[in-house]
C-alpha cells in the first residue's frame, strides 16, 4: 500500500486550530455537511410534490428499513479508514442470517441467537484479519475469495430455502420502543458511539495513522498487524449487528441478501466522506450516506419516477457527489 | 529478478492445472473428451476476454468494477438497437459496443480528468450504467434473431467455437502488446510507480485513458457475443463477472497494486476456473460446492505465491 500513500491530497484534520470554527467544520466535516445538506434538500423538495412523502410510515421504511445498511457500514468505514477494503461483507451477512434464524426456530435462546452472529462474524473476520495482516494477501484479495466461499457455503447448505416460523419474539427489528423503530435507534447509537471512539481513543486514532501512512504509524510503535486483526474482527461484530437487524426485519429469512449488497455498503461509506485511500473519513458520514440512499430511493418512487430508472438515478448522483468531492479536495489542496 | 518470480508463479499455476485436470479426468470420463473441453473454452470466452483488459487496468495499479455493467448495457442496447430502432444487426451490434466503448472512455475521463480513484469511480459506474441498462430494457428481453448471427455464439469455425477464435486471437495481440511494446512496459511502469512514470516523461494518463476504453470495448464485444450464445438479450446479463475476471486475473499473478503480471498468468488463472467448475459439476459436486472452492483456490494460491516468493515483492 505504501505506493499509494503518495497520491491525491488528503484531507487534513490537524493544523487548524487557529482557524475559525465554522471553516474548521466544514474543513473536518465538508462531505458529512454536503451529504446532510443534499437529504434535507431532497426532503423539502419532495415533501412539496408529495405531502404524504414525510408520513410517519414512509419514513419509518427510510430510516428503519435500511438501518442495517448503515451499521454494516459502519465497521466497512473502519476497514476502509485503515486502508483495506470488504468485498465479502453481503455474503457474510446472508450466513450469519441463516445461522442465527436456524438457531431461533430450533428452539435455541433468543439471546443466544443474536449473539450467535456477532460471534461468528467476529471469527469468520478474525481470520480474515490474519490473512491480511500476517500473510499479506492483499484485503481485496483475501475478501473475494471469502464472498465466494461464503456464497458458495451459504447455498450449498440452505439449497436455498427460507427459514419460517421465526418466533415473534426474535423479531427485534419489527419492535419499537418509546415510541421509536428498534433498529432507528441502534442505527444512532452505534454512529455515535463508533464516531466517539474513533475520534477520542487512541485504538481509534491509531486506525487513521495506519491509513494515512503505515510506515509512519509502525515507526510510532502502532502494532499495525495486531490492530488489523483487530479492526477486521470490529467490522464483522458490525456484519454480526447488522445481520440481527436484516433478519429480524421479516417473519421469514431468505437465504440470499439483496445484491450487491457489499457494494452498496462500500459506496456508503465512501460517499460519506472515507477516502478509499485511506486514512480519512468518519462514521457519521457513511451513516448520513446511507439514509442519502434510503431518501433518493424513496423520493423517486413518490415523484413517479420509474422504478426501473431508480438506479441509474442513484447511479448518477453517486458520481455527482464524488466528482463534487474530489473538485472541492482539489480547490483546497 | 522481477522476471524470474514471474515465471515461477506461473510455473506453478501451470502445475496446477495439470494435476487438476488429471484428477478431474479421473473422476468423470466425460471431462477430458475434445468436446466437452471445446465447449468449455466457448463458456469462458466473454470473461476471458473482460479479464485480458482487467490484466492490463490492474497491471498499472487500477481496477475496473463497472465491466458486468458495461455488458448488461451493450447487450440490451444491441437488442434495442435492432429491434426497436429497427437497424440491420451488424450496424446495432457495432452500436452497442460503441456505446460500450464511450462508457469505459467515460471511466477513464472521470480517473485520469478528475482525479477519482478507479475502485470508486467504477462503483459509481457500475451503479450508473447497470441503472441505464434496468430504464431502457424496462424489464423486457429481446429475442428472435436472425440465425446467422448465432454462428458467433453457438457454431463452429473450423471445428473450434467461433468466439474462442476471437478469445485466442485477442490473447495473443494481449500479451505481445504487453510483453513487447513500449506502450506495454509504460503499462507496468506507471504499476510500479506512478509518480516516477510521470517524471519519466510517459504518458501516464493517455495510457489509463486508453485502457479503461480497452476494458469498455472487450466487455461489449463479450456482450455481443454473450447475447448470441444465449439467444436473448436481459438487463442483468453479466451482473458479478467482473469479479470472475478478477479473480482470474489476481490468480494469474498480477499484482493487485501494479506493475507485475502477464496475460499467459490470466489466462491459465481462467482456465483452472473453467475446468474446476466444469469437472466438479461433472463428477456431481452442485455449483455452489464449486464456488466455495474457487475462492479457496484463489486464497491459497496466493498464499502459495507469496510464500515462494517472500522476499523482493512489495507489501
Not at chain 1, 479492526?231 to 441478501?257: K, N, P
Not at chain 2, 479426468?25 to 476471458?48: A, I, K, P, W, Y
Not at chain 2, 501516464?204 to 455481443?224: M, P, Q
Request: charged fraction near 10%; proline fraction near 3%.
Amino acid at each position: 500500500m505504501t505506493a499509494m500513500v503518495d497520491l491525491p491530497p488528503v484531507r487534513s484534520r490537524t493544523g487548524l486550530q487557529r482557524q475559525g470554527f465554522i471553516r474548521r467544520l466544514f474543513s473536518e466535516y465538508g462531505q458529512e455537511i454536503i451529504v446532510l445538506s443534499a437529504i434535507l434538500v431532497l426532503f423539502v423538495v419532495v415533501t412539496l410534490i408529495n405531502p404524504r412523502f414525510i408520513s410517519a410510515n414512509n419514513l419509518t421504511t427510510i430510516f428503519s428499513g435500511n438501518a442495517y445498511i448503515a451499521v454494516a457500514a459502519i465497521g466497512m468505514a473502519m476497514i476502509i479508514v485503515t486502508g483495506h477494503i470488504d468485498v465479502s461483507v453481503g455474503a457474510l451477512i446472508g450466513v450469519l442470517a441463516t445461522i442465527s434464524g436456524t438457531l431461533a426456530v430450533a428452539g435455541y435462546p433468543i439471546w443466544f441467537a443474536w449473539l450467535a452472529p456477532v460471534v461468528v462474524g467476529m471469527a469468520i473476520n478474525a481470520v480474515i484479519g490474519i490473512l491480511v495482516a500476517y500473510a499479506r494477501i492483499p484485503s481485496i484479495v483475501v475478501t473475494l475469495g471469502a464472498l465466494s466461499i461464503l456464497r458458495g457455503g451459504l447455498i450449498s447448505v440452505t439449497g436455498g430455502t427460507w427459514i419460517t416460523d421465526l418466533p415473534p419474539d426474535f423479531l427485534i427489528a419489527q419492535k419499537r420502543l418509546l415510541g421509536f423503530p428498534v433498529p432507528l435507534l441502534v442505527m444512532v447509537a452505534l454512529t455515535v458511539l463508533a464516531a466517539l471512539w474513533m475520534r477520542y481513543t487512541a485504538f481509534g486514532r491509531s486506525l487513521y495513522a495506519i491509513g494515512g501512512n503505515a510506515e509512519a504509524a509502525l515507526a510510532t510503535g502502532i502494532p499495525i498487524a495486531r490492530r488489523t486483526v483487530a479492526v477486521f474482527a470490529i467490522h464483522g461484530a458490525f456484519a454480526g449487528l447488522a445481520t440481527i437487524l436484516f433478519a429480524t426485519q421479516l417473519q421469514v429469512i431468505q437465504s440470499t441478501v439483496p445484491p450487491n449488497l457489499e457494494l452498496t455498503v462500500i459506496t456508503a461509506a465512501v460517499i460519506g466522506g472515507v477516502s478509499i485511500l485511506g486514512g480519512t473519513g468518519t462514521v457519521i458520514g457513511s451513516t448520513l450516506a446511507t439514509i442519502l440512499f434510503a431518501t433518493i430511493g424513496s423520493a423517486l418512487i413518490f415523484v413517479n419516477v420509474s422504478a426501473y430508472w431508480l438506479r441509474a438515478v442513484i447511479g448518477l448522483l453517486i458520481l455527482a457527489t464524488v466528482l463534487a468531492d474530489m473538485l472541492r479536495r482539489r480547490g483546497r489542496g | 529478478m522481477a522476471l524470474r518470480s514471474l515465471i515461477r508463479h506461473e510455473t506453478f499455476l501451470a502445475l496446477l492445472l495439470v494435476i487438476v485436470l488429471f484428477v478431474l479426468s479421473q473422476q468423470s470420463d466425460r471431462f477430458f473428451t475434445v468436446g466437452n473441453l471445446l465447449n468449455q473454452g466457448r463458456l469462458m470466452t466473454e470473461v476471458g476476454l473482460i479479464a485480458i483488459a482487467m490484466t492490463f487496468v490492474i497491471a498499472t495499479g487500477g481496477i475496473d468494477l463497472s465491466v458486468g455493467s458495461i455488458l448488461g448495457l451493450s447487450a440490451i442496447l444491441t437488442g434495442v438497437f435492432w429491434q426497436n430502432a429497427g437497424l440491420p444487426l451488424p450496424f446495432a451490434a457495432a452500436g452497442a459496443i460503441a456505446v460500450g466503448t464511450l462508457a469505459g472512455f467515460a471511466n477513464g475521463v472521470i480517473i485520469t480528468r478528475f482525479r477519482v480513484p478507479p475502485l470508486i469511480a467504477t462503483l459509481a459506474t457500475l451503479a450508473l450504467y447497470r441503472g441505464l441498462a434496468e430504464g431502457i430494457s424496462q424489464a423486457r428481453s429481446v429475442r428472435g434473431y436472425p440465425e446467422w448471427f448465432y454462428l458467433l455464439g453457438q457454431r463452429d469455425v473450423l471445428g473450434v467455437p467461433t468466439q474462442l477464435w476471437i478469445l485466442i486471437l485477442a490473447a495473443v495481440v494481449a500479451s505481445i502488446i504487453l510483453a513487447y511494446t513500449t506502450w506495454g512496459r509504460t503499462v507496468y511502469a506507471v504499476g510500479s510507480n506512478e509518480v516516477a512514470s510521470r517524471f519519466s516523461g510517459l504518458a501516464v494518463e493517455k495510457t489509463k485513458l486508453a485502457l479503461y476504453t480497452a476494458s469498455g470495448f472487450a466487455a461489449s464485444v463479450a456482450a455481443v457475443i454473450f447475447v448470441s450464445r444465449v439467444s436473448t438479450t436481459r438487463s442483468d446479463m453479466g451482473s458479478g463477472i467482473e469479479l470472475d475476471a478478477i479473480t482470474a486475473v489476481v490468480l494469474g499473478g498480477t499484482s493487485i497494486f501494479g506493475g507485475r503480471g502477464t496475460i499467459v498468468g490470466t489466462m491459465i488463472g481462467l482456465c483452472l476456473i473453467q475446468a474446476l467448475k466444469n469437472g466438479l459439476s461433472l463428477a456431481g459436486v452442485k455449483g455452489d460446492g464449486t464456488i466455495m472452492l474457487i475462492g479457496a483456490v484463489l486464497i491459497l494460491a496466493i498464499l502459495a505465491s507469496n510464500l515462494f516468493e517472500r522476499s523482493g515483492t512489495r507489501t
